[in-house]
């Protein structure tokens, strides 16, 4: 079954630093979307992007984050200058054309901010 | 805004026996998806089951099956022959059909731990 890839699975950063989460989207996938979890409590909404476009974001999402597709595979998540509190759990995710579509996650990048 | 609440932070079930967790949900559309992920130790996020809102029959995967009520906007999900590997994070999720961006929205979370 095609997947959803996250790389890395893992990323320590000091605070104050910039990070970039990747992601892999399945290939024929349209609707993107980064979520995050902190430990211990439920998944959040970041963003969701279409089009070559932020569709929608959540409150969570402010200045400090950014979302690119810069060659049509890959899907970035930026955090410019990290907080202790960015420190979580991202999940990638993709969905194909067609609101009965499901989500496929990628199986996540733990973000550690020291 | 949709919001979905698991008032279940935690259960547990013998192998073999049946468990239902539950779930409920505010929204004001008409259509829209709802979910059931499992989130084991590795924290990896898997769809058990999906139910659209304009079904009336419960949707059913093997030994998961959900009983979903609209008028009452409950959706539980029902694991028989419970198994050492169903041990895990289960997670309600709400999609709207009717705003772009079609986001999930989580409820809180109920872990479930079977016992042998």
């Known amino acids: 079954e095609p997947e959803v890839t996250q790389t890395p699975s893992h990323q320590v950063t000091q605070m104050g630093q910039e990070v970039i989460l990747r992601c892999v989207p399945i290939?024929?996938?349209?609707?993107f979307y980064w979520y995050r979890q902190i430990l211990g409590q439920k998944v959040e909404f970041l963003v969701s992007?279409?089009?070559?476009?932020?569709?929608?974001k959540s409150e969570i999402f402010d200045d400090q984050f950014s979302v690119e597709r810069p060659d049509g595979s890959n899907f970035t998540l930026k955090i410019r200058s990290t907080k202790l509190e960015d420190s979580a759990m991202y999940f990638c995710?993709?969905?194909?054309?067609?609101?009965?579509?499901?989500?496929?996650f990628g199986s996540g990048t733990q973000l550690s901010v020291l | 805004a949709q919001t979905v609440t698991q008032s279940q932070p935690e259960m547990s079930v013998q192998e073999a026996e049946t468990v239902t967790l539950s779930c409920t949900y505010d929204t004001s559309e008409n259509n829209y998806y709802l979910f059931w992920y499992k989130q084991p130790p590795s924290r990896q996020m898997i769809l058990v089951i999906r139910?659209?809102?304009?079904?009336?029959q419960n949707a059913t995967e093997n030994r998961f099956s959900v009983n979903f009520q609209k008028a009452a906007k409950s959706f539980s999900l029902k694991i028989s022959d419970s198994q050492l590997g169903d041990t895990a994070m289960y997670f309600c999720a709400f999609m709207s059909e009717e705003t772009s961006g079609s986001r999930l929205t989580f409820g809180e979370g109920t872990q479930l731990t079977v016992n042998p």
């Open positions: 290939s024929n996938h349209l609707y």
């Open positions: 139910q659209e809102a304009y079904k009336q």
């Open positions: 992007f279409y089009n070559n476009e932020i569709s929608e």
């Open positions: 995710a993709s969905r194909a054309r067609g609101l009965s579509g499901k989500l496929f």
